[in-house]
């Protein structure tokens, strides 16, 4: 299957720092534009199966979101060729003007700060519309994501005072308290650990025997 590419159109170090390692950690291929004014180029000149664009860059009009927005609502397949999935940040304090707009043109958007569950299902379901990924993802592990929102909330206080100035909120994941699962969630997803983790072994005895 082809490597998945993701690009991330965003300014907030903080956002890229944190989506970057979280991306990574699936193995995926992740590119960062930080100017408004490269994003069409980096679209045209590269295969990316996924687009995770912040509206406070982008705006919510204009070429860039123009383009982003027809992007989100196109077909993921037209014709045996895949089209990139296109899934929109909004910051805290813009979801007030933002949240109407892209609910209005109905693409996809999760709203900052949010559960790492929660946006990991949303890449996972884009993705998997186009068959960029065979199945939902499962080997990120909770703790990893209460290290990276602990670390990103760490990161934002020190940012605060910069935050504050420019209006925009930087925080990526909920807070440490927030980020729970209830008793059936750990269940089901300790359930879909082992299975991945049997299915691994199987695979590495027999590596012919497929997916």
Do not use: C
């Not at 990991?120 to 909770?142: C, F, G, H, Q, W």
């Amino acid at each position: 299957m082809p490597s998945v590419g993701i690009l991330i159109i965003d300014d907030d170090r903080s956002s890229q720092t944190a989506l970057r390692e979280l991306l990574d950690a699936e193995g995926w291929r992740v590119g960062i534009v930080p100017l408004a004014s490269q994003a069409l180029h980096e679209l045209a000149g590269a295969d990316w199966s996924l687009v995770i664009a912040n509206v406070s860059l982008t705006g919510l009009e204009g070429p860039l979101f123009t383009t982003l927005k027809e992007l989100a609502q196109a077909a993921p397949l037209e014709d045996g060729h895949k089209r990139a999935r296109v899934l929109f940040l909004v910051p805290e304090l813009a979801g007030a003007i933002a949240q109407p707009v892209l609910e209005q043109e109905h693409v996809p958007y999760a709203l900052k700060p949010f559960h790492l569950h929660d946006f990991l299902e949303k890449v996972s379901d884009l993705l998997m519309e186009t068959s960029a990924i065979a199945a939902p993802i499962r080997n990120v592990r909770a703790g990893f994501g209460v290290h990276v929102a602990t670390r990103q909330l760490g990161r934002a206080e020190r940012e605060k005072a910069g935050a504050q100035a420019s209006g925009r909120a930087t925080n990526m994941f909920a807070t440490r308290e927030d980020y729970q699962m209830t008793e059936e969630e750990m269940i089901d997803y300790e359930r879909q650990e082992e299975a991945e983790t049997q299915r691994r072994k199987k695979l590495k005895k027999n590596p012919n025997s497929g997916l």
